[in-house]
């Protein structure tokens, strides 16, 4: 069954200090992984498409990388602005339809 | 990124009555869009996918006639949820399926009393 696993469920950090985000999946051929911020009350904004292992792809603070088993998302130096839900889906080849991780939502202290 | 509203961001209906959320893609095309409900701090659960001029396919265990699906052109799809009900109060998100991924709408906050 595809499924995709997220670690950990929330993480506060203080301003400046580094961490990743997990996001382990389990699919029948991966089409992309993706990756979505999410503020409170508010839809998610996209971040990242990685597609093969080994890509990586960075925005700002934020850096996205992939294995054939799972994709990291780095947070250097964060600020409060950083503070959010950071979702992560793929899709399988032959559909658009996501399946989501159940999300870290990140604290970042001034 | 592409551009999606969803109007109206908040609405209060009583139980029994039936509600419309449009959802536009405003700078792009979508053949397919998708429908989510968001229970809070829970993730994204998909009830819908819709395609441009087609019926939806829905997700199990979400029941069609409750909630209708128009997909009426490439930029519009609409979400009515039928005889609204208290556990129907939720959080509603579209998204539609730009050339890779998919880009949200702000959300609509619906509350049955």
């Known amino acids: 069954e595809d499924q995709v696993t997220q670690s950990p469920e929330a993480l506060r950090l203080q301003e400046g200090e580094s961490s990743s985000l997990n996001c382990s999946y389990t699919?029948?051929?991966?089409?992309?992984l993706f990756w979505y911020r999410q503020d409170p009350g508010k839809g998610p904004e996209f971040l990242f498409t990685?597609?093969?292992a080994g890509e990586e792809k960075e925005k700002e603070r934020l850096k996205a990388t992939l294995t054939k088993k799972e994709s990291f998302l780095h947070i250097t130096a964060p600020k409060p602005e950083d503070s959010a839900t950071y979702l992560c889906?793929?899709?399988?080849?032959?559909?658009?339809?996501?399946?989501f991780g159940t999300g870290t939502r990140l604290k970042v202290l001034a | 990124g592409a551009v999606v509203s969803q109007h109206p961001s908040r609405v209060i209906c009583k139980s029994g009555t039936s509600v419309k959320i449009e959802c536009r893609s405003l700078?792009?095309?979508?053949?397919?869009m998708f429908w989510y409900r968001q229970f809070p701090k829970q993730s994204l659960m998909l009830m819908a996918t819709?395609?441009?001029?087609?019926?939806?396919?829905?997700e199990q265990g979400v029941e069609k006639d409750k909630f209708l699906i128009n997909h009426a052109s490439l930029t519009l799809s609409t979400l009515t949820v039928t005889s609204a009900h208290p556990e129907d109060s939720s959080f509603y998100i579209c998204?539609?399926?730009?050339?890779?991924?998919?880009?949200f709408g702000p959300g609509t906050r619906l509350t049955v009393t």
């Open positions: 889906a793929v899709q399988a080849p032959g559909t658009y339809k996501y399946i």
């Open positions: 699919v029948s051929g991966l089409r992309g």
């Open positions: 990685l597609y093969s």
């Open positions: 700078d792009f095309q979508a053949t397919t």
């Open positions: 819709s395609n441009e001029g087609s019926k939806a396919t829905y």
């Open positions: 998204s539609g399926q730009g050339a890779d991924e998919q880009y």
